[in-house]
């Protein structure tokens, strides 16, 4: 029986606690970007403020909740602190950490120290790291998951969802993998990232695992900074009105960033054109 994607992404059940959105999307061969819902409970207006968060966070990334709160009040919104706090946890940005951290730590799982203190990174594959960002679209969300390679600044991999689960972030590690493999791996503390399914990944393939201390806001900084550009370049400028337009923009942007955009710190290379000489 073949299904229309309407017909397939009405199946989708996204408070099914047994089986992933991730899973189903790929039990009935829909594309994660295919589906897209708005999360219960979340209004158009609350999506807005969300939005208006996401920019002032990008811009300053060391402001927390109050900060925050005193910055939308001078672009004239009526808000109060507490509910700025409880969007920024919603998306996923902790009100009193220096930096965006997508998901707070599982402390039932081992986090491993921070290795690229003091190192000096000097060819491809030596280090790469990972992040979570919040993608703003017009009514609505996603969620980008990216990783990278130190020396070059190449984008390796990256992939989206709707949900803040590990299956995105193993896809994207999974295809990373069949790129190359690094020797230091460096994340934050994210439930995502910390999983036993994630650092089993990587110590399967003898790779170190580096993990941000605890409210450092650049232990991770050149993802960091891809973040910024991303946003500043393209996200902010085109207001993707779907998941499928953003997920066509973030394609055209990473080709862009990797194979076009010079890095004064390359010399005025592009990432491509260090990772793969």
């Not at 803040?164 to 295809?175: I, N, Q, R, S």
């Not at 994210?190 to 993990?211: A, N, P, R």
């Not at 550009?229 to 066509?248: G, P, W």
């Not at 960033?257 to 010079?262: G, K, M, V």
Request: proline letters at 4%.
């Amino acid at each position: 029986m073949n299904l229309s994607v309407d017909e397939m992404r009405n199946l989708i059940e996204p408070d099914n606690r047994i089986i992933s959105i991730n899973k189903q999307c790929s039990l009935l061969n829909l594309s994660r970007s295919s589906w897209y819902y708005q999360p219960k409970g979340i209004s158009l207006d609350q999506i807005e403020l969300m939005h208006k968060i996401d920019r002032i966070y990008t811009k300053y990334p060391f402001y927390g909740s109050p900060r925050i709160t005193a910055a939308l009040h001078r672009e004239g919104e009526k808000v109060n602190h507490k509910r700025i706090e409880r969007l920024m946890k919603m998306m996923g940005i902790m009100a009193i950490m220096p930096k965006k951290n997508i998901s707070k730590p599982d402390k039932s799982h081992l986090i491993y120290p921070y290795l690229l203190k003091g190192i000096k990174i000097s060819a491809n594959n030596h280090v790469w790291s990972t992040d979570i960002t919040y993608i703003p679209i017009h009514s609505g969300f996603i969620y980008l998951v990216a990783i990278m390679d130190w020396f070059s600044r190449y984008v390796i991999s990256w992939e989206i969802s709707n949900t803040l689960d590990v299956y995105f972030c193993l896809e994207a590690l999974d295809k990373a993998l069949r790129t190359g493999k690094p020797e230091i791996f460096n994340s934050d503390q994210g439930s995502q990232f910390t999983s036993l399914s994630y650092t089993g990944k990587l110590l399967e393939h003898e790779i170190k695992i580096s993990m941000d201390s605890k409210g450092r806001a650049y232990d991770n900084i050149f993802i960091e900074r891809l973040w910024r550009n991303l946003k500043y370049e393209d996200i902010y400028l085109r207001d993707y009105q779907s998941v499928r337009e953003a997920v066509l923009g973030i394609q055209n942007y990473f080709h862009f960033y990797n194979f076009q955009r010079p890095h004064q710190a390359l010399n005025y290379a592009t990432p491509a054109e260090v990772y793969f000489r």
